[in-house]
């Protein structure tokens, strides 16, 4: 499941939540506010911020979240709405049926920023997450891109590898492959490990092309589909894991 459907947010706020005069359930608009930091475990959603009555800042607050984060707005709500009614008993399946597909698209943990990477790094991490939450994982591929490529530069600079004037992402990765010293595989089954290592320099001249020409760095007609754009996302972030956890001291 990519995300919700605005038909399924309207069910879910027709049909489960209920609506009077333009007003969600009992939310009064302090209540909203307040609801997503107290049953969603989210900290970032302003709905002061937006026109319109309760009911339609949920709605939009709702479609524009990732599907992680919808699947903890879709836990809030079955939490503050008890399956209470007839009407939200015969609903709440479908509610936790979304839940479950909405879990369903795994996501690679984002490396944290740290006072080591340097501002342009650390930022372009921070503009990831929030253009996933946001705007959905394509418009975050850019960001990854950047974070990835500044990461591979410093360490590089690090560990006084030479590069050339304004590297690529692959080269920064073969430079660094080829001449650090912790990257080098040893142990048990270290030529496998060694073709896995080769390996990410393909994914990342594959990552750049979807950066260049499926994503909104360029103009560009048509971007990923979620699950594709995630996918990229997902392996650039084990890139950046790996090296990092080889690398750093």
């Given amino acids: 499941m990519t995300g919700l459907t605005e038909q399924e947010v309207k069910q879910l706020v027709n049909r489960y939540i209920g609506v009077d005069s333009g007003y969600?359930?009992?939310f009064s608009y302090r209540t909203h506010t307040d609801f997503y930091p107290e049953y969603c475990g989210i900290y970032d959603i302003f709905p002061d911020e937006l026109e319109g009555t309760t009911r339609a800042r949920f709605i939009k607050i709702l479609l524009q979240q990732s599907p992680d984060r919808q699947a903890k707005i879709l836990r809030g709500v079955l939490?503050?709405?008890?399956?209470?009614?007839?009407a939200r008993l015969a609903f709440k399946p479908r509610v936790e049926d979304w839940i479950r597909q909405l879990d369903g698209i795994p996501v690679v943990a984002s490396a944290m920023p740290v006072e080591s990477m340097s501002a342009v790094v650390r930022q372009a991490l921070i503009d990831?997450?929030?253009l996933i939450k946001t705007s959905g994982p394509a418009s975050a591929i850019d960001?990854?891109?950047?974070?990835?490529?500044g990461h591979l530069n410093e360490l590089c600079l690090d560990?006084?590898?030479s590069l050339p004037d304004r590297p690529t992402l692959q080269v920064a990765m073969k430079r660094l492959r080829e001449n650090h010293p912790k990257l080098k595989p040893s142990g048990q089954r270290a030529d496998e490990v060694s073709r896995v290592l080769y390996s990410m320099a393909t994914t990342l001249d594959a990552l750049t092309t979807l950066r260049n020409n499926a994503s909104p760095a360029h103009p560009n007609d048509a971007l990923l589909s979620e699950h594709e754009a995630i996918l990229a996302i997902n392996a650039a972030r084990t890139i950046f894991a790996y090296i990092d956890s080889k690398v750093r001291p």
Avoid: Q, S, W
């Fill in 24 to 26: 969600l359930g009992d």
């Fill in 159 to 161: 560990a006084k590898i």
């Fill in 128 to 130: 990831a997450e929030n």
């Fill in 143 to 149: 960001r990854v891109h950047t974070a990835l490529h």
């Fill in 79 to 86: 939490d503050k709405y008890p399956a209470n009614t007839e």
